[in-house]
C-alpha cells in the first residue's frame, strides 16, 4: 500500500500550475488536500506520474462574496472554513449544514471544496450542493478559461467531469438564495463522517404556503450528483404540506436508477431515497 | 509509607503507558527503521480463490522467491488426535495450486516498501483458475468443488471435523415440551482488526548463525518451536522477540506463513529483511474469524423452563488450517460450551469445520462464545415471546444458582454471580422505569427495546482443558522466574507475551504484597525467547489467571527465602518475619531488616547464608490450573429508525464478575475494548465477498469498525466472587465484552421491533438487513418521517 514513484510540484502562482498541468497533461493530476487521491495512490488505484499540488498557490483559499448576493468559493478551500462559514442567509446555513457531513474534523481539515467537485465522487456532499444549486464551475487551463454549469460538470460516470486534463478549478460561483428560501439537507451513512449510502440537499422558495422553486439533489443514486426533477415538478406550484412531500419523495425514489454495493442493494438506495428526501424537505419546509 | 499496603484491587496507572502515549513505544515497523540495510518484503499472492499454478516468472535476476526457493521446507500441519479430525497441510509459498484470495505464491525483496511493490507488480503468476467453493453449506455438497483435491474426506466433501455430542433423553424431553422454539444463527465473517497489522523483521547473523525474528507475535516460544520444526534447523539457532504490538485479538496468535518464509529468506540470504503488512492484506489474507451457522432448537415447558437443547454448528473454517490450535478450537469450543450458564440435562449437537475457498479462520477475542451466546440469548427472548414471559424472569429461572455446576457435556463450572449480574443490570437500567418510556415512545411510533445478556466465559484453561480437545500441542501451564538483584529489585521473568494488556503493572501489583516491596521495584521480563521461560504467550484470557498464578507461586518461595535469611540474620523464627514495606520485620516489633540488605547478603555476603542455603535469590515456578468461568451480564438500550434500519444505541451496562479484580481500571478497560469489537459484530464488521471469491471489503472504507461516535458510554459495575478454581481469585476478563455484546444488542433491536414480530438473528444486523426486516413485516411503510 505504498504509491508508484512520482514527481511533485508545489507551484506558487495559478500560472505555474497550469503551465505544469500543459506540460504534464494525462500524467498529472492535481493535489489539493489529498484526503481522496493519496489513498488512491497508496492503494494503486489512481497512478499519477506528476502531482502538481496547489497548496500553496495564493488566491484559491477564498470565500468572496458576488453580485448579486452569491458566493465565489476557491478551489482550495477547506471543508472546515465552509462549515464555518459567515455567509449570511440561507445559503450559508445550507453551506454549514452540509459541510459537518463530509467526512470526519481531520478530513474536514485538509480536504478541499474544489477537491472534492474535480474528485466528484457520487456519494459527496459538495457535489450534491452544487448541482442542487446549479453552481457555476470557473476552469482554467494555460491557453483558455471557461465557466460550466454544474451539471454539465459532472459526467454521469463516477469520478468524472468534463475537466481537460490540463485545466484546474479554480473557483465555483453559488447563487444568492432568497431571504425566505428554505433549505434541507439529510444524509444516511452507515456510521458518522462516512460517505453517504444516500444523501439529499434541497432548496425551496415559497409564496406564502405556495411552493413557488424547488431544487432536490440526490448523492449515491448514479454515476453522479443528480437532481430530481420530477419531484420538483410535483412541489413546484403545490402547497407546502405534509402530503406534498410524501408524493415529492415518492416521485424522487421513482426516478433514481440506483446501483447496488456492499453498503446498499439499489432497492435500499431506492426506499432510501424517499426517506432522505422528505427529511431534507422537512427542514426546508419547516 | 503506610505500613501494610495492599497493592492488588488499587486502579494503578499502567507503567506501560507513558513510554506509549509519548510515541516512544517501539513496534515491528521502527524496528524494521533502526536497522541498517534492512530490506523490505512484498509478497504476491493470489488473486483468485482457487486455481492451479502453471508458471510464475519473475523480470530476470529480481530477487524473487518461491517456494522452489525454499526447496526443502515442511509444510505447516497441527493435528487434533480425534477420528473426526482431517488434518490440512499448509504449504510455506502455494506451488502448485492456491485455495484462497490473497494466498502467498512469490515474496519479493527491495530496498523499500515501495520498490518491493514495485517488483511484486512485474511477477507474472500465471494461474488456471478453477470453479471455487466459498459457502459452507454449500461445501458439502458432493457436486461441490474439493478444497483440497485428492485428500480422503470421510465425513462428507470438505468436511474437516464432523464432533458429536447427546445425552440420552433428549428426544422425551422435545417429546415433553409445551413449547419448541428453533432458530438459525448466522454470524458473518469478521477480520479481529488490531490497529497495526501483522509484521516481522528476520535478522540472519552470519557470525553466530542465528536468526532473530522480532515479530507481531502473541506466543514468541510457540513461534519459535513451530519455525525451527518447519524449517527443520535447531530451536537454538533461532530467537523469537515481541516488541510492543498494536493489538493482537488472537489475529496475532497463529503462526503466519509469511513469517516463516521471511525467516527462510532472511537465512538463505544472509540478510535482514522485513515484512509490515498493509492494510489491504491484512483484511484479505491474514486470518479471518467467526464465520459460523446455527441451527438450534430448544425445548421449553409453559414456565420457561430449559428441557432440552439441540444444536447443529457449522464453522466456515476457510482453505487452511491455523498453527498450532487448528480450525477445531471454534466447532469444539461452540459444542463445549453451548449451553451456557443456563441449567440443562439434556443436550445433542452436532458441530462441523467445513474448509472454503475463502481465507483461513483463527481465533478472534471469544472464539466461537460470542455466537453461542448470542444463539443461547436469543432462544431466551424467542422463547420469552413464544410463552408470554419476561425475558429476565426467563432467565432466572434457568440460570444456574448452585456450584460447582457441571454442564451436560461435563465442563465444570466454578461459583461465579449469573442471577446475581442479571438482578444488577435490571437495577442499573431502571428497567420498570424503561419499560414506561418505551411505551410512550411507541405511542409517538418510536422503536426503542432493551435487550439482555447473560454469559459465563471460560478463562484460564490448562493443560488438561486443551488435552480434552485432543490437541497434539497442548499448551496451558505458565511459569514465572523471579528474582531479586542485590539492590533488592524484583525481575519477573515470564512466558505470557502481553501485548497492550497491561500484564507488567499487574503482575507488579500481585508481587508487591507477596514480597512487600512497592510496584515500581517490580519489572516484567516478557516477549524474548533468549530471556524468558519457555510458555504459551497471551491469549484466551489466561494471563493473570495462569502467570499471576505462577507468580504468586514463584513469589511464595521468593518470601520463604527472604523470610529464611532474615530470620537467621535477627535470630527469630521465619514464620514470625513479615515482609512489608520494603523489610523484613519480626511481627510484633521493630525488628527488622530491609529487603536491599537482605539481598547484598544473598549476593555479596552469601557465607553468611543459613546453611544449605545457595547464594542468590532465584526462583522459579509453574503453575497449571483446569479453568475458571469468570461470568457477566451486558444490557443494551437501543432506538431503531424503522425508516432507515439505522440502530442507535442509547446505553450500554456491563455487570462484570472477573473474580479478584487486581486493577480494577485495567479490568475496566478490558471490557470496554471487547464491548466495543462486540458492537462492532453485531451491527458494524462484516468481511464481504462476490460469488466469485473477490474481498469487496478490502479497506476501512468498506470494512467499518465503530468509532468513538458510535459507541456509547460503557457503564460498569464490578461484582468479586472468588473461587478456588484460581490460587490468586483472579478470573480471565479478556474476551467478555466482545462475548456478550452481540446478543445484548440484537436482543435489544428484537425488542425494540417486537411490535412488528421481527427476531433479529443475524449479524452484523446492518442498517439495509434491518429495514428489510422491517419492510417485510410491514409492506406498506411509507418511510418518511420519524
Known amino acids: 500500500m505504498k504509491p508508484a514513484a512520482f514527481e511533485y510540484h508545489a507551484p506558487r502562482t495559478v500560472e505555474e500550475a497550469l503551465s505544469l498541468l500543459h506540460e504534464h497533461q494525462d500524467e498529472a493530476k492535481v493535489l489539493a488536500g489529498g484526503q481522496s487521491l493519496v489513498p488512491a495512490m497508496n492503494f494503486r488505484l489512481a497512478r499519477p506520474a506528476v502531482l502538481v499540488d496547489i497548496a500553496h498557490v495564493p488566491d484559491l483559499d477564498r470565500i468572496e462574496a458576488t453580485d448579486p448576493g452569491g458566493v465565489t468559493i476557491g478551489a482550495r478551500v477547506r471543508h472546515l472554513d465552509l462549515e464555518h462559514n459567515t455567509i449570511a442567509g440561507p445559503l450559508g446555513s445550507l453551506i454549514a449544514s452540509t459541510g459537518r457531513w463530509v467526512g470526519h474534523y481531520p478530513i474536514r481539515v485538509r480536504g478541499t471544496f474544489g477537491g472534492s467537485l474535480a474528485h466528484a465522487d457520487p456519494a459527496a456532499e459538495w457535489c450534491a450542493l452544487a448541482c442542487a444549486l446549479d453552481a457555476e464551475v470557473h476552469c482554467r487551463s494555460a491557453s483558455s478559461e471557461r465557466t460550466v454549469g454544474a451539471g454539465d460538470f459532472f459526467e454521469q460516470m463516477a469520478f468524472t467531469t468534463c475537466l481537460e486534463p490540463d485545466e484546474l478549478l479554480v473557483g465555483v460561483r453559488l447563487p444568492r438564495l432568497s431571504d425566505s428560501c428554505g433549505v434541507g439537507m439529510a444524509e444516511f451513512a452507515r456510521r458518522w463522517g462516512d460517505f453517504a449510502i444516500v444523501l439529499a440537499v434541497t432548496a425551496v422558495e415559497r409564496d406564502g404556503d405556495s411552493i413557488t422553486g424547488a431544487r432536490i439533489a440526490l448523492g449515491g443514486v448514479a454515476g453522479g450528483p443528480v437532481r430530481a426533477l420530477n419531484a420538483e415538478a410535483v412541489l413546484n406550484g403545490g402547497p407546502a404540506t405534509a402530503e406534498t412531500v410524501a408524493a415529492a419523495a415518492a416521485a424522487a425514489a421513482d426516478e433514481v436508477d440506483p446501483t447496488g454495493d456492499i453498503h446498499g442493494s439499489a432497492d435500499y438506495r431506492r426506499d432510501l431515497v424517499r426517506t432522505m428526501v422528505t427529511r431534507a424537505l422537512d427542514q426546508a419546509l419547516a | 509509607m503506610t505500613t501494610g499496603v495492599r497493592w492488588t484491587g488499587r486502579s494503578l496507572r499502567r507503567f506501560e503507558d507513558p513510554a506509549l502515549v509519548r510515541g516512544l513505544g517501539r513496534f515491528v515497523a521502527d524496528v524494521a527503521d533502526q536497522h541498517r540495510g534492512t530490506l523490505h518484503a512484498a509478497f504476491v499472492r493470489s488473486p483468485v480463490p482457487a486455481g492451479e499454478i502453471r508458471s510464475i516468472e519473475a523480470p530476470p535476476g529480481a530477487p524473487v522467491l518461491t517456494a522452489a526457493s525454499f526447496g526443502g521446507i515442511r509444510t505447516m500441519c497441527a493435528r487434533l488426535d480425534r477420528p473426526d479430525f482431517v488434518a490440512l497441510e499448509t504449504p510455506v509459498l502455494a506451488s502448485d495450486a492456491v485455495r484462497h484470495p490473497g494466498e502467498p505464491v512469490a515474496l519479493v525483496v527491495a530496498g523499500s516498501r515501495a520498490e518491493a511493490e514495485d517488483l511484486a507488480e512485474q511477477v507474472v503468476v500465471d494461474i488456471e483458475a478453477t470453479r471455487p467453493v466459498l459457502d459452507a453449506a454449500a461445501a458439502t455438497d458432493p457436486a461441490a468443488p474439493t478444497v483440497h483435491a485428492g485428500l480422503d474426506m470421510p465425513m462428507g466433501n470438505n468436511v474437516v471435523l464432523d464432533a458429536r455430542f447427546a445425552t440420552e433423553g433428549l428426544d422425551a424431553a422435545f417429546e415433553e415440551a409445551d413449547e419448541i422454539v428453533a432458530l438459525d444463527i448466522r454470524a458473518h465473517r469478521q477480520n479481529a482488526l488490531p490497529i497495526e497489522a501483522r509484521g516481522a523483521v528476520a535478522a540472519h547473523d552470519p557470525a553466530t548463525g542465528r536468526t532473530t525474528l522480532t515479530a507481531a507475535n502473541q506466543m514468541p516460544h510457540m513461534l519459535r518451536t513451530a519455525l525451527a520444526d518447519i524449517l527443520d534447523i535447531g530451536e537454538a539457532e533461532l530467537r523469537v522477540v515481541t516488541p510492543e504490538v498494536g493489538g493482537a485479538f488472537g489475529q496475532k496468535m497463529c503462526v503466519p506463513r509469511e513469517y516463516v518464509a521471511l525467516v527462510a529468506a532472511a537465512r538463505l540470504l544472509g540478510a535482514t529483511i522485513a515484512w509490515i503488512e498493509d492494510r489491504s492484506e491484512n483484511l484479505l489474507a491474514s486470518w479471518h474469524s467467526r464465520d459460523h451457522s446455527y441451527r438450534l432448537r430448544g425445548a421449553f415447558d409453559r414456565r420457561g423452563m430449559l428441557l432440552g437443547l439441540d444444536a447443529d454448528i457449522v464453522c466456515n473454517i476457510g482453505a487452511y488450517s491455523n498453527y498450532p490450535v487448528t480450525f477445531g478450537v471454534e466447532p469444539l469450543m461452540a459444542m463445549a460450551e453451548l449451553p451456557g450458564p443456563y441449567r440443562l440435562s439434556q443436550y445433542r449437537v452436532r458441530s462441523r469445520a467445513v474448509t472454503t475457498n475463502m481465507c483461513p479462520i483463527a481465533p478472534y477475542r471469544g472464539v466461537s462464545r460470542p455466537v453461542l451466546t448470542l444463539a443461547m440469548e436469543r432462544l431466551m427472548d424467542t422463547a420469552a415471546r413464544r410463552l408470554d414471559l419476561d425475558p429476565v424472569e426467563i432467565r432466572r429461572a434457568n440460570l444456574v444458582r448452585e456450584f460447582p455446576y457441571a454442564m451436560p457435556t461435563g465442563l465444570p463450572v466454578d461459583p461465579g454471580s449469573y442471577v446475581e449480574t442479571l438482578d444488577a443490570a435490571v437495577e442499573a437500567l431502571d428497567l420498570e422505569g424503561f419499560r414506561r418510556r418505551q411505551q410512550q415512545a411507541a405511542a409517538e411510533g418510536r422503536y426503542v427495546g432493551v435487550g439482555f445478556s447473560v454469559f459465563g466465559e471460560r478463562t484460564g484453561y490448562g493443560t488438561p482443558a486443551f488435552a480434552a480437545r485432543a490437541m497434539e500441542i497442548t499448551p496451558g501451564y505458565e511459569t514465572v522466574q523471579l528474582e531479586m538483584n542485590p539492590s533488592g529489585d524484583v525481575t ?295
Open chain 2, 492 to 786: 519477573a521473568r515470564i512466558g505470557a507475551s502481553p501485548h497492550g494488556q497491561g500484564l507488567a503493572t499487574a503482575l507488579s501489583q500481585l508481587l508487591a504484597d507477596e514480597l512487600g516491596v512497592e510496584p515500581r521495584h517490580v519489572s516484567v521480563v516478557h516477549g524474548d525467547t533468549d530471556t524468558t521461560p519457555y510458555g504459551w504467550g497471551t491469549f484466551a484470557s489466561r494471563s493473570m489467571v495462569i502467570a499471576g498464578g505462577a507468580a504468586k507461586l514463584a513469589a511464595e518461595r521468593l518470601a520463604a527465602q527472604l523470610r529464611e535469611i532474615a530470620a537467621h540474620q535477627l535470630e527469630a523464627s521465619p514464620e514470625d518475619i513479615r515482609l512489608e514495606d520494603g523489610s523484613a520485620v519480626v511481627a510484633g516489633t521493630s525488628v527488622g531488616v530491609t529487603l536491599p540488605e537482605i539481598a547484598r547478603i544473598a549476593h555479596h555476603s552469601s557465607h553468611l547464608l543459613p546453611a544449605p542455603m545457595e547464594p542468590g535469590l532465584s526462583v522459579s515456578a509453574t503453575y497449571d490450573p483446569g479453568g475458571t468461568f469468570s461470568n457477566a451480564c451486558h444490557a443494551a438500550v437501543v432506538e431503531v429508525d424503522p425508516d432507515t434500519g439505522h440502530v442507535h444505541l442509547e446505553r450500554f451496562v456491563v455487570i462484570a464478575d472477573a473474580g479478584l479484580e487486581v486493577n480494577p481500571m485495567i479490568v475496566e478497560g478490558q471490557i470496554h475494548g471487547g464491548v466495543t469489537q462486540g458492537i462492532a459484530n453485531a451491527l458494524y464488521e462484516e468481511l464481504v465477498t462476490d460469488d466469485d471469491g473477490n474481498l469487496l471489503t478490502a479497506s476501512l472504507m468498506d470494512f467499518l469498525p465503530p468509532t468513538a461516535c458510535e459507541v456509547p458510554q460503557i457503564e460498569v459495575t464490578h461484582l468479586q466472587t472468588i473461587t478456588d478454581a484460581s490460587i490468586t481469585g483472579a478470573k480471565g476478563v479478556g474476551e467478555g465484552g466482545a462475548i456478550g455484546a452481540p446478543a445484548a444488542v440484537l436482543n435489544a433491536i428484537s425488542d425494540a421491533l417486537s411490535p412488528l414480530g421481527i427476531e433479529v438473528d443475524e449479524m452484523p444486523a446492518t442498517p439495509a438487513r434491518v429495514r428489510e426486516l422491517i419492510r417485510r413485516a410491514q409492506p406498506t411503510t411509507t418511510g418518511g418521517r420519524t
